[in-house]
């Protein structure tokens, strides 16, 4: 496709559940950026992937989550024994390399409830 | 590490009215800087950027901003808000010099527009 693609756009889960967020993002955009927005909270970093070279996981709230990339195209985000302050909205987002780099194209979510 | 100030998490103004939205940044080299949008549902999409060019900068919709290295302010101003404005305004900044790596985002002002 044309944009940034995320799945699902609503995801509801039990407290303790894992779940797993998908990002594909826009062909030929080698890095890739996991966000977090929470109400009131802005947009908290999660996890970087540029190319081969090893993330930036320097935003990854704890243990619980982890992310890949496999085939330096699609993206997954888990969350591991999901509690109820995950509860948001995951945002993928997707960039070329380039001068402007930084120009980030933007997923349209995955609004994730933990009940 | 870079940060940026949103002042102000909502505005309102009455449509016809000037929008002004105030973003500073802190960081002893001037950044990169931009501005996205939010509608409501939809993921963030890209107003306008500051590079290195003009410190006046015009983007889509009619927005415009302003880069002051004296102030560390990048604020972004409309001379005539529409209804259709209505959404999250997001300031963000990039380190100069970094082709690749995250921006850090600003919380966010909610701008209501008023018939």
């Known amino acids: 496709g044309a944009g940034v693609s995320q799945s699902p756009s609503n995801k509801v889960t039990e407290k303790g559940k894992d779940v797993e967020l998908r990002c594909d993002p826009i062909s030929g955009h080698t890095a890739l950026y996991w966000y977090r927005q929470s109400l009131g909270q802005g947009l908290e970093f999660l996890i970087y992937?540029?190319?081969?070279?090893?993330?930036?996981k320097s935003g990854l709230p704890s243990d619980r989550f982890s992310a890949e990339r496999t085939g330096g195209s699609v993206s997954t985000l888990t969350i591991q024994r999901t509690q109820q302050e995950d509860s948001a909205v995951y945002l993928c987002?997707?960039?070329?390399?380039?001068?402007?780099?930084?120009?980030?194209?933007f997923g349209e979510g995955s609004r994730l409830t933990v009940l | 590490a870079q940060s940026v100030t949103q002042l102000g998490s909502h505005v309102s103004v009455s449509e016809g009215a000037l929008v002004l939205l105030r973003c500073n940044y802190s960081s002893s080299v001037p950044p990169y800087l931009f501005w996205y949008v939010q509608y409501p549902n939809q993921g963030l999409q890209l107003l306008l950027k500051?590079?290195?060019?003009?410190?006046l900068v015009k983007g889509i919709n009619g927005f415009e901003a302003e880069f002051k290295k004296s102030e560390t302010s990048f604020h972004l101003t409309k001379p005539s808000a529409h209804m259709s404005d209505a959404a999250e305004y997001f300031c963000a900044v990039k380190t100069r010099g970094s082709t690749l790596g995250r921006l850090y985002f600003g919380r966010g002002t909610q701008l209501t527009v008023w018939p």
């Open positions: 987002a997707s960039s070329s390399v380039g001068a402007f780099a930084g120009e980030l194209f």
């Open positions: 500051y590079t290195s060019a003009a410190t």
């Open positions: 992937f540029q190319g081969n070279s090893a993330p930036d």
